[in-house]
Protein backbone atom coordinates (compact mmCIF):
# COMPACT_ATOMS: atom_id res chain seq x y z
CA UNK A 1 0.00 0.00 0.00
CA UNK A 2 1.12 3.98 -0.64
CA UNK A 3 2.52 5.77 2.28
CA UNK A 4 0.98 8.85 1.18
CA UNK A 5 -1.26 10.44 -1.55
CA UNK A 6 -0.45 13.98 -3.03
CA UNK A 7 -2.96 15.74 -4.91
CA UNK A 8 -1.59 18.29 -6.78
CA UNK A 9 -2.96 21.53 -8.62
CA UNK A 10 -1.46 22.42 -11.48
CA UNK A 11 -2.77 26.07 -12.65
CA UNK A 12 -1.98 29.11 -14.84
CA UNK A 13 -3.21 31.38 -17.40
CA UNK A 14 -4.41 29.58 -20.39
CA UNK A 15 -1.95 28.25 -22.97
CA UNK A 16 0.95 28.30 -20.53
CA UNK A 17 1.60 24.68 -20.85
CA UNK A 18 0.27 22.88 -18.37
CA UNK A 19 -1.60 20.04 -20.20
CA UNK A 20 1.98 19.50 -22.21
CA UNK A 21 3.85 19.61 -18.92
CA UNK A 22 1.15 16.80 -17.36
CA UNK A 23 1.32 14.80 -20.44
CA UNK A 24 4.96 14.70 -20.72
CA UNK A 25 5.34 13.48 -16.60
CA UNK A 26 2.41 11.21 -16.48
CA UNK A 27 3.13 9.97 -20.34
CA UNK A 28 -0.70 11.14 -20.56
CA UNK A 29 -2.54 12.25 -23.69
CA UNK A 30 -4.61 15.01 -22.37
CA UNK A 31 -6.02 17.23 -25.20
CA UNK A 32 -3.31 19.81 -25.84
CA UNK A 33 -4.03 23.29 -28.00
CA UNK A 34 -1.96 25.99 -28.79
CA UNK A 35 -4.95 28.23 -27.64
CA UNK A 36 -7.23 29.44 -24.87
CA UNK A 37 -9.99 27.47 -24.20
CA UNK A 38 -8.89 23.73 -24.64
CA UNK A 39 -9.61 22.78 -20.92
CA UNK A 40 -12.99 23.74 -20.07
CA UNK A 41 -13.23 20.97 -16.99
CA UNK A 42 -11.38 18.82 -14.65
CA UNK A 43 -9.03 16.91 -15.94
CA UNK A 44 -6.07 14.28 -13.88
CA UNK A 45 -4.23 12.14 -14.60
CA UNK A 46 -2.15 10.01 -11.19
CA UNK A 47 1.55 8.62 -11.62
CA UNK A 48 3.61 5.88 -8.62
CA UNK A 49 6.75 6.93 -7.67
CA UNK A 50 8.61 5.48 -4.76
CA UNK A 51 5.28 4.61 -2.60
CA UNK A 52 3.79 7.50 -3.08
CA UNK A 53 1.00 8.38 -5.38
CA UNK A 54 0.95 12.01 -7.35
CA UNK A 55 -2.53 13.11 -8.70
CA UNK A 56 -2.36 15.61 -10.81
CA UNK A 57 -5.37 18.03 -11.38
CA UNK A 58 -5.35 20.30 -14.64
CA UNK A 59 -7.68 23.47 -14.61
CA UNK A 60 -8.45 25.50 -16.68
CA UNK A 61 -6.78 28.54 -17.24
CA UNK A 62 -7.60 31.69 -15.51
CA UNK A 63 -6.29 35.24 -15.64
CA UNK A 64 -7.69 36.47 -12.15
CA UNK A 65 -8.61 34.85 -9.07
CA UNK A 66 -11.04 38.36 -8.73
CA UNK A 67 -12.57 38.69 -11.88
CA UNK A 68 -13.45 35.51 -13.28
CA UNK A 69 -14.61 36.05 -17.09
CA UNK A 70 -16.07 32.43 -18.65
CA UNK A 71 -17.56 29.82 -16.14
CA UNK A 72 -14.62 27.68 -16.80
CA UNK A 73 -12.33 30.28 -14.93
CA UNK A 74 -15.47 30.14 -12.25
CA UNK A 75 -14.61 26.78 -12.32
CA UNK A 76 -10.90 26.66 -11.73
CA UNK A 77 -11.53 29.80 -8.93
CA UNK A 78 -13.79 27.74 -7.21
CA UNK A 79 -11.42 24.87 -7.03
CA UNK A 80 -8.18 26.88 -6.16
CA UNK A 81 -9.89 28.38 -3.15
CA UNK A 82 -11.43 25.15 -1.77
CA UNK A 83 -7.85 24.38 -0.28
CA UNK A 84 -9.05 21.44 1.42
CA UNK A 85 -9.43 19.02 -1.86
CA UNK A 86 -5.35 19.70 -2.70
CA UNK A 87 -2.03 19.88 -1.18
CA UNK A 88 0.51 21.32 -3.59
CA UNK A 89 -0.29 24.45 -5.95
CA UNK A 90 1.79 23.75 -8.99
CA UNK A 91 2.05 26.52 -10.81
CA UNK A 92 2.71 27.11 -14.47
CA UNK A 93 4.69 30.02 -15.51
CA UNK A 94 5.33 31.07 -19.07
CA UNK A 95 8.65 33.02 -19.21
CA UNK A 96 7.55 34.82 -22.33
CA UNK A 97 5.08 36.12 -20.30
CA UNK A 98 7.02 36.23 -16.75
CA UNK A 99 5.34 39.81 -15.65
CA UNK A 100 1.56 39.27 -16.74
CA UNK A 101 1.75 35.35 -14.74
CA UNK A 102 3.67 36.62 -11.61
CA UNK A 103 0.97 39.36 -11.52
CA UNK A 104 -1.09 36.36 -11.23
CA UNK A 105 0.99 34.14 -8.79
CA UNK A 106 0.78 37.16 -6.49
CA UNK A 107 -2.41 37.42 -6.38
CA UNK A 108 -3.25 33.62 -5.78
CA UNK A 109 -0.44 33.43 -2.78
CA UNK A 110 -1.91 36.50 -1.28
CA UNK A 111 -5.09 34.94 -1.28
CA UNK A 112 -4.41 30.74 -0.33
CA UNK A 113 -1.99 29.85 1.74
CA UNK A 114 -0.79 26.18 0.31
CA UNK A 115 2.50 24.65 -0.90
CA UNK A 116 3.71 25.94 -4.00
CA UNK A 117 6.23 25.27 -6.80
CA UNK A 118 6.57 27.67 -9.64
CA UNK A 119 7.12 26.08 -13.02
CA UNK A 120 9.13 28.63 -15.41
CA UNK A 121 7.78 26.90 -19.02
CA UNK A 122 9.40 27.93 -22.18
CA UNK A 123 12.88 29.37 -20.68
CA UNK A 124 14.78 29.10 -23.70
CA UNK A 125 12.33 31.13 -25.66
CA UNK A 126 12.13 33.75 -23.27
CA UNK A 127 15.67 33.93 -23.64
CA UNK A 128 16.07 34.62 -27.31
CA UNK A 129 13.70 37.74 -26.61
CA UNK A 130 15.94 38.82 -24.03
CA UNK A 131 14.38 37.53 -20.68
CA UNK A 132 17.22 35.60 -18.73
CA UNK A 133 15.68 33.49 -15.80
CA UNK A 134 17.95 31.32 -15.47
CA UNK A 135 19.75 32.81 -12.56
CA UNK A 136 16.53 31.64 -9.96
CA UNK A 137 17.65 29.26 -7.88
CA UNK A 138 15.14 27.81 -5.29
CA UNK A 139 13.73 25.15 -4.00
CA UNK A 140 10.42 26.39 -4.78
CA UNK A 141 11.15 26.96 -8.09
CA UNK A 142 11.68 24.65 -11.77
CA UNK A 143 13.10 25.94 -15.11
CA UNK A 144 11.93 23.89 -17.67
CA UNK A 145 13.59 24.82 -21.51
CA UNK A 146 11.84 22.16 -23.42
CA UNK A 147 9.38 19.54 -22.39
CA UNK A 148 11.77 16.82 -23.50
CA UNK A 149 14.18 17.65 -20.92
CA UNK A 150 11.96 17.19 -17.71
CA UNK A 151 13.27 15.02 -15.32
CA UNK A 152 10.08 13.07 -13.68
CA UNK A 153 12.59 12.58 -10.74
CA UNK A 154 13.25 16.42 -9.75
CA UNK A 155 9.86 17.46 -10.53
CA UNK A 156 8.36 15.09 -7.87
CA UNK A 157 11.46 16.06 -5.82
CA UNK A 158 10.59 19.42 -6.01
CA UNK A 159 6.87 18.77 -5.14
CA UNK A 160 8.23 16.55 -2.06
CA UNK A 161 9.97 19.52 -1.05
CA UNK A 162 7.00 22.35 -1.81
CA UNK A 163 6.29 24.76 0.93
CA UNK A 164 4.02 27.89 1.51
CA UNK A 165 5.47 31.09 -0.13
CA UNK A 166 4.58 34.46 0.34
CA UNK A 167 4.34 37.55 -1.82
CA UNK A 168 7.33 39.30 -0.83
CA UNK A 169 9.51 36.23 -1.45
CA UNK A 170 7.90 36.52 -5.09
CA UNK A 171 9.34 39.99 -5.39
CA UNK A 172 12.73 39.56 -3.72
CA UNK A 173 13.27 36.41 -5.03
CA UNK A 174 12.23 36.13 -8.68
CA UNK A 175 10.60 39.04 -9.80
CA UNK A 176 14.36 41.28 -8.78
CA UNK A 177 16.60 38.34 -10.58
CA UNK A 178 14.44 38.86 -13.86
CA UNK A 179 17.09 40.13 -16.07
CA UNK A 180 15.49 41.78 -19.35
CA UNK A 181 18.30 42.88 -21.41
CA UNK A 182 18.41 44.99 -24.25
CA UNK A 183 19.32 42.63 -27.36
CA UNK A 184 19.65 43.94 -30.76
CA UNK A 185 16.58 43.93 -32.87
CA UNK A 186 16.14 40.82 -34.91
CA UNK A 187 13.55 38.77 -37.16
CA UNK A 188 10.67 38.09 -35.17
CA UNK A 189 8.51 34.91 -37.48
CA UNK A 190 5.69 35.14 -35.33
CA UNK A 191 5.49 39.10 -36.02
CA UNK A 192 6.31 38.70 -39.89
CA UNK A 193 3.61 35.83 -39.69
CA UNK A 194 0.92 37.90 -37.89
CA UNK A 195 1.81 40.98 -40.60
CA UNK A 196 0.30 38.48 -43.00
CA UNK A 197 -2.44 36.25 -41.23
CA UNK A 198 -4.11 39.15 -39.64
CA UNK A 199 -4.05 41.57 -42.33
CA UNK A 200 -7.47 43.25 -42.29
CA UNK A 201 -7.62 42.44 -46.20
CA UNK A 202 -5.48 38.96 -47.04
CA UNK A 203 -6.58 37.55 -42.95
CA UNK A 204 -9.97 35.75 -44.10
CA UNK A 205 -9.27 34.97 -47.64
CA UNK A 206 -6.69 33.51 -46.08
CA UNK A 207 -8.21 31.36 -44.03
CA UNK A 208 -11.24 30.67 -46.28
CA UNK A 209 -8.02 29.10 -48.82
CA UNK A 210 -7.35 26.69 -45.47
CA UNK A 211 -10.35 25.05 -45.45
CA UNK A 212 -10.50 25.26 -49.19
CA UNK A 213 -7.06 23.57 -49.29
CA UNK A 214 -8.03 20.46 -46.16
CA UNK A 215 -11.52 19.77 -48.14
CA UNK A 216 -9.92 19.22 -51.82
CA UNK A 217 -7.54 17.12 -49.87
CA UNK A 218 -10.06 15.83 -47.80
CA UNK A 219 -12.05 14.60 -51.33
CA UNK A 220 -8.87 13.82 -53.13
CA UNK A 221 -8.35 10.79 -50.57
CA UNK A 222 -12.08 10.29 -50.26
CA UNK A 223 -11.87 9.01 -54.13
CA UNK A 224 -9.03 7.04 -53.83
CA UNK A 225 -10.16 5.23 -50.83
CA UNK A 226 -13.31 4.61 -52.60
CA UNK A 227 -11.78 2.11 -55.10
CA UNK A 228 -10.83 0.37 -52.14
CA UNK A 229 -12.98 -0.02 -50.62
CA UNK A 230 -15.49 -0.77 -53.55
CA UNK A 231 -12.85 -3.75 -54.62
CA UNK A 232 -13.11 -5.26 -50.82
CA UNK A 233 -16.87 -4.98 -50.87
CA UNK A 234 -16.82 -7.03 -53.84
CA UNK A 235 -14.26 -9.55 -52.50
CA UNK A 236 -15.98 -10.32 -49.35
CA UNK A 237 -19.55 -10.55 -50.89
CA UNK A 238 -18.42 -12.78 -53.29
CA UNK A 239 -16.75 -15.03 -50.51
CA UNK A 240 -20.29 -14.72 -48.40
CA UNK A 241 -21.95 -15.70 -51.60
CA UNK A 242 -19.88 -18.56 -52.41
CA UNK A 243 -20.75 -19.98 -48.76
CA UNK A 244 -23.10 -22.64 -48.25
CA UNK A 245 -25.70 -20.34 -46.23
CA UNK A 246 -29.24 -19.70 -47.55
CA UNK A 247 -30.27 -17.03 -49.78
CA UNK A 248 -31.50 -14.35 -46.78
CA UNK A 249 -28.27 -14.60 -44.82
CA UNK A 250 -26.05 -14.43 -47.36
CA UNK A 251 -27.89 -11.14 -48.16
CA UNK A 252 -28.05 -9.88 -44.25
CA UNK A 253 -24.40 -10.41 -44.28
CA UNK A 254 -23.71 -9.07 -47.71
CA UNK A 255 -26.13 -6.30 -48.15
CA UNK A 256 -26.74 -5.45 -44.44
CA UNK A 257 -23.73 -5.79 -42.48
CA UNK A 258 -20.60 -4.90 -45.09
CA UNK A 259 -22.43 -2.73 -47.29
CA UNK A 260 -23.47 -0.50 -44.36
CA UNK A 261 -20.17 -1.19 -42.79
CA UNK A 262 -17.93 -0.57 -45.22
CA UNK A 263 -19.73 2.40 -46.51
CA UNK A 264 -19.07 4.18 -43.80
CA UNK A 265 -15.47 3.22 -43.15
CA UNK A 266 -15.25 4.23 -46.39
CA UNK A 267 -15.09 8.11 -45.17
CA UNK A 268 -12.65 7.37 -42.35
CA UNK A 269 -9.71 8.51 -44.15
CA UNK A 270 -11.53 12.50 -44.94
CA UNK A 271 -12.23 12.66 -41.54
CA UNK A 272 -8.35 11.59 -40.75
CA UNK A 273 -7.46 14.50 -42.93
CA UNK A 274 -10.24 16.99 -41.25
CA UNK A 275 -8.77 16.19 -37.89
CA UNK A 276 -5.23 16.46 -38.82
CA UNK A 277 -5.97 19.58 -40.08
CA UNK A 278 -7.62 20.78 -36.91
CA UNK A 279 -4.71 19.45 -35.17
CA UNK A 280 -2.43 21.83 -37.22
CA UNK A 281 -4.42 24.77 -36.37
CA UNK A 282 -4.68 24.29 -32.72
CA UNK A 283 -0.86 23.19 -32.44
CA UNK A 284 0.75 25.98 -34.11
CA UNK A 285 -0.86 28.78 -32.60
CA UNK A 286 -3.32 30.09 -36.06
CA UNK A 287 -6.54 29.00 -33.90
CA UNK A 288 -6.29 32.30 -31.81
CA UNK A 289 -5.63 34.16 -35.22
CA UNK A 290 -8.64 32.49 -36.36
CA UNK A 291 -10.88 33.54 -33.11
CA UNK A 292 -8.83 37.83 -34.05
CA UNK A 293 -9.83 37.35 -37.57
CA UNK A 294 -13.37 36.91 -36.54
CA UNK A 295 -13.82 39.02 -33.80
CA UNK A 296 -15.26 41.67 -36.41
CA UNK A 297 -17.95 39.36 -37.60
CA UNK A 298 -18.69 37.69 -34.33
CA UNK A 299 -19.28 41.04 -32.57
CA UNK A 300 -21.82 42.14 -35.84
CA UNK A 301 -23.89 38.85 -34.34
CA UNK A 302 -23.38 39.74 -30.82
CA UNK A 303 -20.81 37.96 -29.91
CA UNK A 304 -17.22 38.15 -28.48
CA UNK A 305 -14.61 36.48 -30.55
CA UNK A 306 -14.08 34.13 -27.71
CA UNK A 307 -16.78 32.56 -29.44
CA UNK A 308 -15.08 31.85 -32.37
CA UNK A 309 -13.36 28.73 -30.45
CA UNK A 310 -16.31 26.55 -29.46
CA UNK A 311 -17.99 27.27 -33.45
CA UNK A 312 -14.29 26.07 -34.91
CA UNK A 313 -14.24 22.95 -31.97
CA UNK A 314 -17.92 21.79 -33.86
CA UNK A 315 -16.24 21.89 -36.75
CA UNK A 316 -15.28 18.23 -35.11
CA UNK A 317 -17.78 17.39 -33.19
CA UNK A 318 -20.70 19.31 -31.58
CA UNK A 319 -20.80 17.72 -28.13
CA UNK A 320 -16.74 19.30 -27.03
CA UNK A 321 -17.64 22.38 -28.67
CA UNK A 322 -20.93 23.00 -26.23
CA UNK A 323 -18.21 21.60 -23.39
CA UNK A 324 -15.97 24.53 -24.68
CA UNK A 325 -18.89 27.49 -24.45
CA UNK A 326 -17.92 27.15 -21.10
CA UNK A 327 -15.26 30.13 -21.48
CA UNK A 328 -17.52 32.74 -22.66
CA UNK A 329 -18.10 35.73 -20.57
CA UNK A 330 -21.52 35.72 -19.36
CA UNK A 331 -24.71 32.80 -19.74
CA UNK A 332 -26.70 34.92 -22.64
CA UNK A 333 -23.98 34.35 -25.12
CA UNK A 334 -22.94 31.15 -24.27
CA UNK A 335 -26.63 29.71 -25.03
CA UNK A 336 -26.76 32.19 -27.94
CA UNK A 337 -23.14 30.32 -28.90
CA UNK A 338 -24.57 27.15 -27.98
CA UNK A 339 -27.65 27.36 -30.57
CA UNK A 340 -24.90 28.12 -33.26
CA UNK A 341 -22.95 25.71 -32.84
CA UNK A 342 -26.05 23.40 -33.62
CA UNK A 343 -25.65 24.42 -37.55
CA UNK A 344 -21.66 23.76 -37.72
CA UNK A 345 -20.74 20.74 -39.91
CA UNK A 346 -19.57 18.38 -37.88
CA UNK A 347 -17.08 15.63 -38.38
CA UNK A 348 -20.04 13.30 -38.91
CA UNK A 349 -21.87 15.94 -41.25
CA UNK A 350 -19.15 16.00 -42.81
CA UNK A 351 -18.86 12.35 -43.86
CA UNK A 352 -22.47 13.01 -44.92
CA UNK A 353 -21.66 15.93 -47.10
CA UNK A 354 -18.80 14.46 -48.54
CA UNK A 355 -20.94 11.12 -49.77
CA UNK A 356 -23.80 13.55 -51.42
CA UNK A 357 -21.02 15.95 -52.79
CA UNK A 358 -18.94 13.63 -54.43
CA UNK A 359 -21.78 11.64 -55.74
CA UNK A 360 -23.49 14.88 -57.59
CA UNK A 361 -20.11 16.55 -58.32
CA UNK A 362 -17.25 16.60 -60.10
CA UNK A 363 -13.93 16.47 -58.30
CA UNK A 364 -13.17 20.07 -59.54
CA UNK A 365 -16.24 21.65 -58.08
CA UNK A 366 -16.72 19.58 -54.97
CA UNK A 367 -14.54 21.39 -52.86
CA UNK A 368 -16.18 24.73 -53.57
CA UNK A 369 -19.39 23.38 -52.64
CA UNK A 370 -17.86 22.18 -49.53
CA UNK A 371 -16.98 25.81 -49.16
CA UNK A 372 -20.07 27.07 -49.24
CA UNK A 373 -21.94 24.57 -47.19
CA UNK A 374 -19.30 25.38 -44.36
CA UNK A 375 -19.57 29.07 -44.66
CA UNK A 376 -23.14 29.23 -45.54
CA UNK A 377 -24.46 27.12 -42.15
CA UNK A 378 -22.08 28.87 -40.05
CA UNK A 379 -23.83 32.32 -41.35
CA UNK A 380 -26.90 31.07 -40.54
CA UNK A 381 -25.94 29.90 -37.20
CA UNK A 382 -24.87 33.41 -36.46
CA UNK A 383 -28.04 34.78 -37.49
CA UNK A 384 -29.99 32.42 -35.14
CA UNK A 385 -27.54 32.98 -32.22
CA UNK A 386 -27.89 37.05 -33.13
CA UNK A 387 -31.30 36.74 -32.42
CA UNK A 388 -31.67 34.43 -29.49
CA UNK A 389 -28.97 37.33 -27.72
CA UNK A 390 -31.76 40.17 -28.80
CA UNK A 391 -34.85 37.21 -27.20
CA UNK A 392 -32.52 36.55 -24.26
CA UNK A 393 -31.79 40.45 -23.80
CA UNK A 394 -28.22 40.14 -24.20
CA UNK A 395 -27.07 43.49 -23.13
CA UNK A 396 -23.59 42.75 -21.73
CA UNK A 397 -20.56 44.85 -24.09
CA UNK A 398 -18.58 42.55 -26.06
CA UNK A 399 -16.31 44.90 -27.48
CA UNK A 400 -14.00 44.96 -24.74
CA UNK A 401 -12.09 41.49 -26.13
CA UNK A 402 -8.08 41.18 -25.59
CA UNK A 403 -6.69 38.88 -27.83
CA UNK A 404 -3.34 36.89 -26.35
CA UNK A 405 -1.53 35.75 -29.12
CA UNK A 406 0.62 32.88 -28.42
CA UNK A 407 3.90 32.08 -30.77
CA UNK A 408 3.90 30.43 -33.46
CA UNK A 409 5.20 26.78 -33.27
CA UNK A 410 5.77 24.29 -35.46
CA UNK A 411 3.65 20.95 -34.50
CA UNK A 412 5.27 18.14 -33.48
CA UNK A 413 4.92 15.62 -36.33
CA UNK A 414 4.49 12.91 -33.64
CA UNK A 415 1.90 14.83 -31.85
CA UNK A 416 -0.14 15.70 -34.99
CA UNK A 417 -0.15 11.90 -35.57
CA UNK A 418 -1.27 11.22 -32.46
CA UNK A 419 -3.46 13.34 -31.94
CA UNK A 420 -5.79 12.46 -35.36
CA UNK A 421 -4.93 8.69 -34.37
CA UNK A 422 -7.00 9.48 -31.27
CA UNK A 423 -9.66 11.37 -32.67
CA UNK A 424 -10.30 8.87 -34.98
CA UNK A 425 -10.04 6.12 -32.94
CA UNK A 426 -12.66 7.85 -30.77
CA UNK A 427 -14.46 8.78 -33.63
CA UNK A 428 -14.72 5.12 -34.88
CA UNK A 429 -14.91 3.65 -31.16
CA UNK A 430 -17.80 5.80 -30.58
CA UNK A 431 -19.77 5.25 -33.89
CA UNK A 432 -18.28 1.72 -35.49
CA UNK A 433 -20.13 -0.29 -32.92
CA UNK A 434 -22.97 2.28 -33.36
CA UNK A 435 -22.93 1.74 -37.16
CA UNK A 436 -22.64 -1.80 -37.22
CA UNK A 437 -25.92 -2.38 -35.08
CA UNK A 438 -27.61 0.19 -37.37
CA UNK A 439 -26.75 -1.87 -40.13
CA UNK A 440 -28.05 -4.93 -38.89
CA UNK A 441 -31.85 -2.99 -37.44
CA UNK A 442 -31.69 -1.59 -40.75
CA UNK A 443 -31.62 -4.84 -43.08
CA UNK A 444 -34.23 -6.29 -40.55
CA UNK A 445 -36.22 -3.39 -40.96
CA UNK A 446 -35.91 -3.35 -44.99
CA UNK A 447 -36.63 -6.68 -45.48
CA UNK A 448 -39.53 -7.52 -42.76
CA UNK A 449 -42.52 -8.82 -42.74
CA UNK A 450 -42.11 -10.59 -46.10
CA UNK A 451 -44.16 -12.80 -47.66
CA UNK A 452 -42.70 -16.04 -48.25
CA UNK A 453 -40.82 -16.78 -51.58
CA UNK A 454 -38.39 -13.68 -51.34
CA UNK A 455 -35.39 -15.88 -50.36
CA UNK A 456 -36.44 -19.24 -52.13
CA UNK A 457 -33.27 -20.60 -53.17
CA UNK A 458 -34.98 -21.46 -56.25
CA UNK A 459 -35.66 -17.89 -57.56
CA UNK A 460 -32.79 -17.10 -59.89
CA UNK A 461 -30.75 -13.83 -59.37
CA UNK A 462 -33.03 -11.54 -61.87
CA UNK A 463 -36.07 -12.77 -60.43
CA UNK A 464 -35.12 -11.57 -56.82
CA UNK A 465 -33.72 -8.13 -57.90
CA UNK A 466 -37.18 -7.55 -59.72
CA UNK A 467 -39.17 -8.56 -56.52
CA UNK A 468 -36.78 -6.13 -54.30
CA UNK A 469 -38.67 -2.64 -54.65
CA UNK A 470 -42.11 -4.44 -54.10
CA UNK A 471 -40.13 -6.22 -50.96
CA UNK A 472 -38.36 -2.80 -49.51
CA UNK A 473 -41.91 -0.40 -49.89
CA UNK A 474 -44.02 -3.20 -47.90
CA UNK A 475 -41.19 -3.80 -45.30
CA UNK A 476 -41.43 -1.55 -42.26
CA UNK A 477 -38.97 0.93 -43.03
CA UNK A 478 -41.20 1.09 -46.32
CA UNK A 479 -44.36 1.92 -44.97
CA UNK A 480 -42.46 3.78 -42.19
CA UNK A 481 -41.09 5.75 -45.28
CA UNK A 482 -44.30 6.16 -46.67
CA UNK A 483 -46.05 7.68 -43.66
CA UNK A 484 -43.69 10.40 -43.43
CA UNK A 485 -44.48 11.85 -46.95
CA UNK A 486 -46.82 14.64 -46.16
CA UNK A 487 -43.75 16.13 -44.83
CA UNK A 488 -41.06 15.31 -46.48
CA UNK A 489 -42.46 14.87 -50.12
CA UNK A 490 -42.29 19.22 -50.54
CA UNK A 491 -38.99 19.01 -50.11
CA UNK A 492 -38.18 16.38 -52.72
CA UNK A 493 -37.60 13.17 -50.71
CA UNK A 494 -38.63 10.09 -51.37
CA UNK A 495 -39.70 7.29 -48.79
CA UNK A 496 -35.81 6.52 -48.46
CA UNK A 497 -34.27 9.30 -48.13
CA UNK A 498 -36.99 10.31 -45.56
CA UNK A 499 -35.60 6.95 -43.52
CA UNK A 500 -32.24 8.32 -43.73
CA UNK A 501 -33.59 12.10 -42.37
CA UNK A 502 -34.74 10.46 -39.46
CA UNK A 503 -32.11 7.77 -38.54
CA UNK A 504 -29.92 10.90 -39.01
CA UNK A 505 -31.36 11.85 -35.14
CA UNK A 506 -29.36 9.05 -34.03
CA UNK A 507 -25.81 10.62 -35.76
CA UNK A 508 -25.71 11.74 -39.60
CA UNK A 509 -23.24 8.53 -40.31
CA UNK A 510 -26.40 6.69 -39.96
CA UNK A 511 -27.74 8.54 -42.57
CA UNK A 512 -25.01 7.56 -45.00
CA UNK A 513 -25.49 3.78 -43.72
CA UNK A 514 -29.35 3.76 -44.00
CA UNK A 515 -28.77 5.33 -47.41
CA UNK A 516 -26.10 2.60 -48.67
CA UNK A 517 -28.33 0.10 -47.27
CA UNK A 518 -31.98 1.31 -48.78
CA UNK A 519 -30.42 2.23 -52.47
CA UNK A 520 -28.28 -0.77 -52.66
CA UNK A 521 -31.36 -2.94 -53.03
CA UNK A 522 -32.76 -0.68 -55.48
CA UNK A 523 -33.01 -2.68 -58.56
CA UNK A 524 -35.77 -0.26 -60.26
CA UNK A 525 -34.67 1.43 -63.42
CA UNK A 526 -32.02 -1.43 -63.99
CA UNK A 527 -30.75 -1.93 -67.68
CA UNK A 528 -30.78 -5.61 -69.00
CA UNK A 529 -27.13 -5.06 -68.56
CA UNK A 530 -26.79 -3.88 -64.95
CA UNK A 531 -29.12 -6.68 -63.46
CA UNK A 532 -26.10 -8.02 -61.50
CA UNK A 533 -26.77 -5.44 -58.72
CA UNK A 534 -24.58 -6.67 -56.73
CA UNK A 535 -21.37 -5.52 -57.97
CA UNK A 536 -23.07 -1.91 -58.78
CA UNK A 537 -21.99 0.81 -55.85
CA UNK A 538 -24.40 2.38 -53.52
CA UNK A 539 -23.72 5.66 -55.00
CA UNK A 540 -23.90 4.88 -58.37
CA UNK A 541 -27.39 3.91 -57.55
CA UNK A 542 -28.04 7.08 -55.47
CA UNK A 543 -27.22 9.10 -58.24
CA UNK A 544 -29.19 7.15 -60.51
CA UNK A 545 -32.09 7.36 -58.06
CA UNK A 546 -32.54 10.41 -56.70
CA UNK A 547 -32.35 13.95 -58.78
CA UNK A 548 -30.09 16.66 -58.24
CA UNK A 549 -32.93 18.77 -57.07
CA UNK A 550 -34.07 16.33 -54.35
CA UNK A 551 -29.77 15.81 -54.05
CA UNK A 552 -29.09 19.80 -53.30
CA UNK A 553 -32.70 19.49 -51.06
CA UNK A 554 -31.31 16.50 -48.88
CA UNK A 555 -27.78 18.40 -48.64
CA UNK A 556 -29.63 21.81 -47.42
CA UNK A 557 -32.17 19.91 -44.76
CA UNK A 558 -28.95 18.13 -43.46
CA UNK A 559 -27.08 20.84 -43.28
CA UNK A 560 -29.31 22.54 -40.72
CA UNK A 561 -31.47 20.21 -39.33
CA UNK A 562 -30.81 18.86 -35.01
CA UNK A 563 -27.60 17.86 -34.02
CA UNK A 564 -27.23 14.21 -33.42
CA UNK A 565 -29.39 13.38 -29.90
CA UNK A 566 -26.05 12.53 -27.75
CA UNK A 567 -25.32 16.32 -29.01
CA UNK A 568 -28.79 17.33 -28.09
CA UNK A 569 -28.61 15.74 -24.49
CA UNK A 570 -25.05 17.30 -24.18
CA UNK A 571 -26.93 20.80 -24.92
CA UNK A 572 -29.87 20.37 -22.57
CA UNK A 573 -27.21 19.86 -19.88
CA UNK A 574 -24.78 22.84 -20.77
CA UNK A 575 -27.47 25.31 -21.46
CA UNK A 576 -29.44 24.89 -17.63
CA UNK A 577 -32.24 26.65 -19.17
CA UNK A 578 -35.91 26.11 -19.42
CA UNK A 579 -37.57 25.21 -22.83
CA UNK A 580 -34.13 25.80 -24.91
CA UNK A 581 -33.40 22.33 -26.06
CA UNK A 582 -37.33 22.76 -27.37
CA UNK A 583 -36.59 25.88 -28.85
CA UNK A 584 -33.53 24.21 -30.58
CA UNK A 585 -35.57 21.29 -32.12
CA UNK A 586 -38.34 23.47 -33.00
CA UNK A 587 -35.75 26.10 -34.67
CA UNK A 588 -33.43 23.69 -36.53
CA UNK A 589 -36.30 21.81 -37.49
CA UNK A 590 -38.16 24.13 -39.24
CA UNK A 591 -35.75 26.42 -40.93
CA UNK A 592 -33.98 23.19 -42.06
CA UNK A 593 -37.39 22.16 -43.68
CA UNK A 594 -37.86 25.55 -44.79
CA UNK A 595 -34.36 26.13 -46.62
CA UNK A 596 -34.55 22.85 -47.87
CA UNK A 597 -38.07 23.45 -49.70
CA UNK A 598 -36.59 26.88 -50.77
CA UNK A 599 -33.67 25.19 -52.38
CA UNK A 600 -35.60 22.17 -54.17
CA UNK A 601 -38.21 24.54 -55.76
CA UNK A 602 -35.78 27.19 -57.31
CA UNK A 603 -33.34 24.16 -58.17
CA UNK A 604 -36.14 22.51 -60.02
CA UNK A 605 -37.25 25.84 -62.18
CA UNK A 606 -33.17 26.25 -63.24
CA UNK A 607 -31.91 22.50 -63.44
Excluded at 378 to 385: K, M, P
Excluded at 450 to 478: A, H, P, Y
Excluded at 566 to 588: G, H, N, P
Excluded at 596 to 604: E, G, H, L
Aim: glycine share 6%; proline share 3%.
Amino acid sequence: MSEKYLKILVIGRPNVGKTSIINRLCESRLRVGNFAGVTTGLQSVMIENKGCIYEFIDLPGFYSISNCQGEDEKIAVEILKNTDKYDIILNIIDCTKIELDLQLTKEIVKSVKKPMILCLNMCHIAEKSGIFTGNIKRENVLSINRLSDISKLEFLEKIDNAKIINEAEIATEITDKIVVKNVESKFDISKFLDKIFLNKIAGLPIFLLIMFVIFKTAFGISDSFKEITATLFDFLSNKVQQMPLNREISSFLSDGILRGFLGFIEFLPSIAVLFFAIGILEKSGYMMRISFIMDTIMKFFGLSGRAIIPLVTGFGCSIPAYLSARILPNKVQKIATMFAIGFMTCSAKFTFFIMLVGVFFEKSVAPYVMLGIYIFSALIGLFVAFLIGKVLKNNQNTLMQIFEMPSYKIPNPVDILRYTFSNVKIFLKKAGGFILICSCVIWILANYPVRSGFFDENLDETRVQILQKERLENSILGKSGKIMEPIFAPIGFDWRMNIAAFSGLLGKEVGIVTMGILYGFDAANLSDEDLDARKKSAQSRIKRAISLPSALSMIAFFMLYLPCISATATFKKESQMRYATLSLVVITSLLAWVFAFCVYKISTIFI
